[in-house]
Nanobody
Framework: QVQVLESGGGSVQSGGSLRLSCTVSEWAYSRFCMGWFRQAPGKEREGVASIGLDGSTAYADSVKGRFTISEDNANNTRYLQMDSLEPEDTATYYC?????????????????WGQGTQVAVSS
């Protein structure tokens, strides 16, 4: 069992920034690529960004140029920096771990999920 710990959600105004954190054990950090997903009320879950074990990243078109994934290898943590937030970014955000080297933006293959963190962007 891999525990995925998320933090960093909150409420901001349009144009603001938030950083989400996703921490796993040292064992899992080097074996699982990770993805970020979000689900807004009444909408399907969508992939937002992912990072592979080689550090390669992928972003949904809707967040390209605004969201950035980074890593803190010393603390087994990956971050999703969200800038220029828009009301349409309002959702519950989830981090998930996938035992592949490269993570897709679809939910295929993700085994372990965080508890979710709320992001609310007001206009």
């Amino acid at each position: 069992q891999v525990q995925v710990l998320e933090s960093g959600g909150g409420s901001v105004q349009s144009g603001g920034s938030l950083r989400l954190s996703c921490t796993v054990s040292e064992w899992a950090y080097s074996r699982f690529c990770m993805g970020w997903f979000r689900q807004a009320p009444g909408k399907e879950r969508e992939g937002v960004a992912s990072i592979g074990l080689d550090g390669s990243t992928a972003y949904a078109d809707s967040v390209k140029g605004r969201f950035t994934i980074s890593e803190d290898n010393a603390n087994n943590t990956r971050y999703l920096q969200m800038d220029s937030l828009e009301p349409e970014d309002t959702a519950t955000y989830y981090c998930a771990a996938n035992p592949r080297k490269l993570c897709p933006l679809s939910s295929t293959g993700y085994i372990y999920w965080g508890q979710g963190t709320q992001v609310a962007v007001s206009s």
